[in-house]
C-alpha cells in the first residue's frame, strides 16, 4: 500500500488544493451544508421574515406546542412560535457570532504571533507566557464568567469569546514564522535591503495565512459549539434571542412531553457543526504534505481519485506492485 | 474593602492559598465546604467518561489508521467527525430520551436512588466508598447512574483523539523504523503494539490533557441536565444566580484540573517517549 512511485506523488502534489479538497466527498458534503446555510442566514438578513413561513418572532398561544406536521415541520414552541421559522432566523446569529469570533481572533493571532515569531527575543518571551497563561483556562467556564460579568448581549457574548479564543492562533501563527523566517527566501530578501513591511506582508504573510484558514474553518464549528452552549445555559445571549442553544435550553423541563422542541434545533446545530467540522478537515488533509499523497488511493470509498492521477497509477501499475498490494 | 486595590488583591491571593473561599451568601455554608461535597462527584463522572473515551477513542483511530483508506476508515472517521460535531446537550438529551424514557434502563437523574441507604464517606466519591464498606446495592445504584452520562460525555470528547491516533499511525505506518522492525523478524503483532500503537499514543497522551480540561468543562450542561450534583451544576447555578464570590473560586478549581492534568500528561509523555527525559540528565533530550 506505499506509493513507491515518485510521480503518482508529484501527480499528487501538483493537483490544486480545491481538486484535492473536492476529490473527498465528505468534504464536498460539508461545503454543500456551509453553503446553504450561510446563503439562508444571508436571505434571512437581508429579506426577514418574507422568506420564513412564519413570523418566528410572533406569538399565537392558540398552536402552542404542536407536534412536527406539514404546516410546522419543526412543530412549535410553547409559546406557538413555529420552530422552522426560528431555525432560520437563528442562522445569521449562529453563523454570524462564530464567524466574527474566529475572525477577530486569528486577527489577533496572527498581529501576536507575527510579532512573536519575528522579533523574537523578549517580545516574543511576554507574547508566548500571556497565552500560555490563557491558555490554562478552561475555554466555556472562562467565557461564562465574563459573558456574565459584561451583561447579556450579542456583542458583549462575542467579546467574551475572542477574549479566550485568540491563544491557539498565536501558537499556530508563531509555529509558521519561525519555519519560514528560517527560509532562505526571506535572508536574500533581507540581503536585498527589503523594507520590514515587503518582509511581513510578501514574504511571511501569505506562507503563514493557508495554515490559519483550515483551522480556522474547523475552528467554526467549534465557535458555533460553544456559542449554542452559552446560549443552551442562558448567560450572554439575551433570553427571546432566536438561538439554536437557547431554543433548546428552554425546554428542559418539557423534554419528555414535547421532546422535538429541543431536538429539531440541537440536531440543526449539530449539521451547522458537521459541515464545517468535513470541510475543515478535508482542507486539512489537502494542505497536510505528509498525508497528502495517500489521500488520492484509488480505493478510498467517500472520494473519488481525479481522472488525471488515475492515468498515472494505471500507468505505474506493474506486476510486482499489483502482487504487494 | 476601604484598602487600596492591592491590598485587596493580597487578601485575596492569601485567601485562595489558604483555601479560605469565604462564604456562600446564598446558602450560609464556606465555599470551601460546598467545593468539598461537589468536587468528587464531578470528579467521579469526569474520571470514569474519561477512561471510556480514551479506551473507545484510541481503538477507533487505530482501526482507522490500520485500516487507512478502506470502508472501515470512511466509517470510522465519520463517526468521531460526528461526535465531535455533536453539541453536548443534544448527546445528554438523546441519551435521556432513548435510554431513559422510551427504553427504560437506566435512570434519568441523579446519583444513586433513594431507597438505597449511602455509604459512609471516606474518600467522597460515591463508587469508592461504596466499595469500601461493602455496600453492594450502593455501588450498582451509583454505576447504573453513571453510566448516562457518563457515555454522553464520552461521545461528545472521543473525537479529537480517535483523529489524533489516526493521524499519528499514518505518519509512522510507512516510515523506516516500522520497516526496520519488520525486517529484524518481530511477529506483525509486537510491530503494531510495540512500534506502531506505542508511537501513536505518544501524540494522544499531550493531547488527552486538553480532551481531560475539555470533558471537566462539559459537566456543566451534563451535570444540569441529569441532575448530578457535581461542581459544574454548582457553577451554573453560580453563574446563574450572579454568585460572583462562588463562581470566582469555582473558575479556580477548573483551572487547577486542567493544570494538574497538563502535569500528568507530561510526566506521562517522558515515560512512554525515552526521547523526552524529566530532568535533563543521562544526555536526555529535554
Known sequence: MILESESVVTTAQSLKFRQLVLSNRLSTFGLVIVIISVSLAAA??????????????????????LPPSFAHFFGTDFQGRDIFSRVIAALPIDLGLPIAIVLLSSVVGIFLGMAAGYLGGIVDEIIMRITDLFL????????????????????????????VWWPPYVRLVRGGVLEVVAEDFISISKALNSSFTHIILKGILPNILPAV??????????????????????????PNTPELGIMVGS?????????????????????????FSFLGEGAREASDVKVR????????????????????????????????? | MNDPLYSQYYYFMRDLFTGNFGI?????????????FYLPNTLELVLFSFVILVIVGVALGYFAGMHFSTLGDSIARIIYLVSWSTPMYLAAIVAILVFANYIPVFPSGGMYSLSIS???????????????????PAFLSGLQHLILPAAALAFVNFGLISRAVRSSILNVRWSTHVKTARAKGLS????????????????????????????????????????????????????????????????????????VANFVADVAYSLLDPRIGIGGHNGAVT
Request: net charge negative; no cysteine.
Open chain 2, 118 to 136: 449511602p455509604p459512609q464517606p471516606v474518600t467522597g466519591i460515591f463508587l469508592i466508598d461504596a466499595l469500601l464498606g461493602l455496600n453492594m
Open chain 1, 293 to 325: 499523497p495517500y489521500i488520492l488511493f484509488e480505493g478510498r470509498v467517500f472520494g473519488k481519485a481525479p481522472e488525471i492521477l488515475k492515468q498515472e497509477l494505471a500507468k505505474q501499475r506493474t506486476p510486482q506492485q499489483q502482487a504487494s498490494n
Open chain 2, 188 to 259: 506483525e503483532d509486537e510491530v503494531r503494539r510495540k512500534h506502531i500503537l506505542r508511537n501513536a499514543l505518544i501524540d494522544a497522551t499531550s493531547l488527552s490533557a486538553v480532551i481531560f480540561g475539555w470533558v471537566l468543562t462539559s459537566t456543566l450542561v451534563v451535570e444540569e441536565l441529569f441532575a448530578w450534583p457535581g461542581l459544574g451544576q454548582f457553577a451554573y447555578q453560580a453563574i446563574f444566580s450572579s454568585d460572583y464570590p462562588v463562581l470566582i473560586p469555582i473558575v479556580v478549581v477548573f483551572t487547577l484540573g486542567v493544570i
Open chain 2, 24 to 36: 456562600d451568601p446564598l446558602t450560609g455554608q464556606t465555599i470551601l465546604s460546598e467545593i468539598r
Open chain 1, 251 to 275: 425546554i428542559s423541563y418539557g423534554l419528555y412531553t414535547y421532546p422535538w422542541q429541543a431536538l429539531f434545533p440541537a440536531f440543526v446545530t449539530m449539521l451547522l457543526v458537521v459541515g
Open chain 1, 44 to 65: 434571512f438578513t437581508i429579506f426577514g421574515e418574507r422568506i420564513t413561513p412564519y413570523s418566528p418572532y410572533a406569538l399565537n398561544l392558540q398552536e402552542s406546542n
Open chain 1, 213 to 238: 484558514l483550515t483551522y480556522a474553518t474547523l475552528d467554526i464549528g467549534t465557535a458555533l459549539l460553544e456559542v449554542s452552549i452559552l446560549g443552551f445555559l442562558g448567560i450572554g445571549i439575551p
Open chain 1, 136 to 163: 490554562a483556562f478552561p475555554t466555556i467556564i472562562m467565557v461564562l464568567a465574563v459573558a456574565a460579568t459584561l451583561g447579556a448581549g450579542l456583542v458583549n457574548a462575542m467579546l467574551a469569546f475572542v477574549f
